[in-house]
């Protein structure tokens, strides 16, 4: 079978974004299954400007072929008037949600090679981008769907429901996410429809290496990713300068990945912008971390998380985050904070009682190598892309 595997942005250097590691490594997947993969995606680097700034074409990487096309041109203040409105509740018209969709990020020839590229199957998400808005309309009897669904209004736009519930099926990275498209959708019934997430491979790490090679002596927590207000970052920037003036604890925030982040002068003296780093040296931030911090209330998976858990570091979450609650609750692995008391006293506990941290941790390492195995998710795509 010859599988495309179809996202906006490439996983690479530069690129951070849980979405582009899924479809990245699901298509890594796919090559040791044994198909044929073509991973497309589009020349866009900036999640957001979306400028064509790589060059297109087409090489190899990883056994797959990536074949790289230019993004669409678009008007911009448009789509922005209507991704406002619908933020802040709106109901657009058709017309309006047609216009808010063909201004969105498109890419026409790489729909183009959907069309006659001759794949059995197509992956493609997140569910976010007039791309695979199109690749749903074009060739919705090969389209698999990695959603990667939020509860926003986006997701309840009535002509990007239209069309998925035509497509073959979807790949949820949780249950959670998966119970939530039939909330969204209540006439939801697709041929293939499978929990299959993201495999990865258990590491060790020497949780006293980082803050050593840094000359740190203090403890820090952790956040890696994208810095936006969608992902809590704000959130969680005041939670931490809050914590430090009324508890006099000198406990450090440490941030990896990209965008801007607003800091109070009284929070400078313990924040750390450490911007892009390697895969290991992000790692050993995490075991040397007294916590691994996730405020966000929109995610359909946590890959930090999960590597947070294999360095055997306790989570901390927003309890209106859904899946980030679930993953908690079902690895035993942190805890979950709704207001800032709860988040003050949780912090309390971690920094008075590493005993606890140790649990927890130990408990989220084993929970993600057992759920999230690499063989186990490799057999869980193999069969949805085999099903009929």
């Known amino acids: 079978m010859k599988i495309a595997f179809v996202s906006p942005r490439l996983h690479e250097p530069g690129t951070v974004g849980g979405a582009e590691t899924l479809l990245y490594s699901l298509a890594q997947d796919a090559v040791r299954l044994g198909y044929q ?169 020497d949780k006293e290496s980082f803050a050593k090679r840094k000359g740190w002596d203090f403890p820090y927590v952790l956040y890696s990713g994208r810095r936006e207000g969608l992902k809590g970052t704000p959130i969680l920037v005041d939670y931490m300068d809050t914590f430090r003036k009324r508890t006099k604890r000198d406990v450090h925030l440490v941030m990896t990945g990209s965008g801007q982040v607003d800091v109070p002068d009284s929070l400078r003296p313990a924040f750390h912008d450490l911007g892009f780093v390697s895969e290991q040296e992000k790692r050993e931030a995490m075991g040397g971390a007294m916590a691994f911090i996730h405020p966000s209330v929109n995610e359909s998976l946590s890959i930090v998380i999960l590597e947070a858990w294999l360095a055997r570091t306790p989570a901390l979450v927003h309890a209106k985050g859904e899946v980030l609650r679930w993953q908690c609750e079902s690895s035993n692995g942190g805890l979950w904070f709704s207001e800032y008391p709860e988040f003050e006293e949780e912090l309390l506990l971690y920094l008075d009682h590493p005993e606890v941290c140790r649990m927890l941790g130990d408990q989220g390492r084993r929970y993600a190598i057992e759920r999230y195995a690499p063989d186990a998710v490799r057999n869980r795509l193999d069969l949805a892309l085999r099903a009929e």
């Open 37 to 205: 993969v073509e991973f497309l995606c589009t020349c866009a680097r900036n999640h957001f400007t979306w400028e064509n700034e790589l060059p297109e074409g087409v090489f190899e990487r990883d056994g797959m072929t990536v074949r790289r096309f230019p993004v669409d041109p678009r008007n911009v203040e448009l789509f922005m008037r209507h991704q406002i409105a619908l933020s802040n509740g709106a109901a657009l018209s058709v017309e309006e949600q047609l216009a808010w969709l063909r201004n969105s990020v498109r890419s026409t020839p790489l729909v183009e090679q959907l069309r006659k590229g001759g794949y059995d199957r197509v992956v493609a998400g997140p569910y976010l981008f007039g791309l695979i808005w199109d690749a749903a309309l074009a060739v919705p009897d090969r389209l698999l769907l990695v959603s990667c669904f939020h509860d926003e209004p986006f997701a309840k736009v009535p002509e990007l429901q239209k069309a998925f519930l035509k497509i073959r099926g979807f790949l949820f990275n949780t249950e959670p996410e998966r119970r939530l498209a039939h909330r969204l959708m209540p006439t939801l019934a697709p041929r293939v429809e499978s929990v299959v997430a993201m495999g990865l491979e258990p590491f060790e790490i």
